[in-house]
């Protein structure tokens, strides 16, 4: 997982492998440092991620709770059907932003 301060307060957190329960908390800490750190816009890249698993969903719901809060926003990169799939079956399609690609993250407007 790496993180990357990108111009207009925009951080972009690209994750790769596996998001589960073991490794879950190094992404919730990584989401809670861009707050802490006065993020505009949180993106969270998940082009590079093979498997999600719910603890995943939940640490990005808070994490986007959390930008609310900050009167910022989160967004999240996800092309592959494989993972889009889960965010449609629990219906997170319909709360958190989902692009395709980086570019499309950083112009996305609410």
Excluded: H, N, Y
């Excluded at 440092?33 to 816009?41: C, L």
Aim: hydrophobic fraction near 50%; charged fraction near 25%.
């Amino acid at each position: 997982m790496t993180s990357a301060q990108l111009p207009g307060g925009v951080t972009l957190i690209t994750v790769r492998g596996e998001v589960d329960v073991f490794t879950s908390p190094a992404l919730e800490a990584r989401l809670a440092d861009a707050v802490d750190d006065g993020a505009v816009r949180v993106v969270v890249d998940l082009s590079p991620v093979d498997f999600l698993d719910s603890t995943a969903l939940g640490v990005l719901v808070g994490g986007w709770k959390r930008m609310r809060a900050a009167d910022g926003d989160l967004v999240v990169v996800c092309a592959a059907e494989r993972l889009l799939r889960l965010f449609r079956i629990t219906r997170l399609d319909e709360v958190l932003p989902l692009v395709p690609d980086v570019p499309s993250a950083r112009s996305w407007r609410p």
